[in-house]
C-alpha cells in the first residue's frame, strides 16, 4: 500500500510503498477514502523535531478487526481519528476513536464533519452559551471555525461575529450564518460578545479577550499558545477555559458519543454544512499542507486515496 511520510522537519512529504498492516487487539483496519487535513498535523511536519507518523481524521471502510473488537465487522463504513499512520491506502483505527457513518453520508462529509464538529461543539459546550448571548469565532473559515459558527446559531446565538485572517473570507462566512466579519488587523472588533471560541491564540489572544463584554468567557482550543496578562481578565470580570477534545474522547466516551449523535442529526436536518474547499490526491499532500499553511482555506482541506 502506499504511505505518506517525512524523514527530516519541513518535510518533504513522499509516497513509499509498505505491507498493508495488521489490526492488533482493540483496532479495526480501515481502507481509506477520505482523509482530513488539519493544522495540527501540518505544524507535526514543520515544527517536530524528530519525524511523526502522519495520523490524523480518517473515513472508509472497514476491511479487517482485531481481537476484541465488538461494534464493528467488515464492511462497515466508519470514520476516526488515527493516532498512527493515516495519510495512507489503510490505517489502523482504534475501536474507540471509532464512529459509524450513515449511509446518507459520504466518506468526504464524514471526514469534514465529525472531527472538526466535536472540536467545535465541545468548544461552544465548555463555554456554557445562553440562548440570546452573543458569540466570536475566530478562525471562521477553517474546517472547526466553519462549523463552530453555525454551531454557535444552532445553539442559541442571536449575534455571531466571524474573525478572520482575510477580508477575502467574508462572503463564504456569512453564507454560513456569520452576522458580521472582522478581520484580525483591524483595529475595532465591534460591540463587545458575550464569550469567544478561539482557534489562533498567540497574538491573537489579546484582541479577542477585548473583544468581551463584562463577565464574557474566552474558550481557548488552539495549539498556538499565547500569553494572557491576569489584569485584562480581572477588570471585567472575565474568564478563560481550556478545550481539548483528547479529554473527552479518552475519559468521557458517553459525551464524546453523545455530541457524536448530535452532529449527525443537525446534518440530516440541514442545519450543519460541512465545506471542503479542495480534495488532493494522496501524492499531493504536499500541496494540501501548503493550502493549510497558508491559511487560504475556505472549510476542510481533503486527501483521496
Known sequence: MRRVRYESAGGPLFLEDVPVPEPGPGEVLVRCEAIGVTLPVVRKVTEAAEPNPLGGEIAGEVVA???????????????????GHGYADFALLNEAM???????????????????????????????????????????ASGVGHLAVQLARARG??????????????????????????????????????YALDAVGGELLTPAIGALAPGGRLVAYSSGGGTIQAYDLLVGAKSVIGFQMAHIARGRPELYERWRRELWALFAEGAL?????????????????AVIESRGNLGKVVLRT
Do not use: M
Open 65 to 83: 478487526v482485531g481481537a476484541g473488537v465488538t461494534r464493528f465487522g467488515a464492511g462497515d463504513r466508519v470514520t476516526g481519528l488515527c493516532f
Open 98 to 140: 471509532a464512529s459509524p457513518v450513515p449511509e446518507t453520508a459520504t466518506a468526504v462529509e464524514a471526514v469534514a464533519l465529525v472531527r472538526s464538529g466535536l472540536v467545535a461543539l465541545g468548544a461552544l459546550a465548555a463555554a456554557h452559551p445562553e440562548p440570546g448571548e452573543s458569540a466570536l469565532v475566530t478562525a471562521a
Open 157 to 194: 446565538a442571536t449575534r455571531v461575529v466571524a474573525a478572520v485572517s482575510d477580508p477575502a473570507k467574508a462572503p463564504f462566512v456569512r453564507s454560513l450564518g456569520a452576522d458580521e466579519v472582522i478581520a484580525y488587523a483591524d483595529e475595532h472588533w465591534g460591540e463587545p460578545v458575550d
Open 273 to 289: 454544512r460541512p465545506a471542503v474547499h479542495g480534495e488532493f490526491a494522496l501524492e499531493d499532500a504536499a500541496q494540501a499542507h
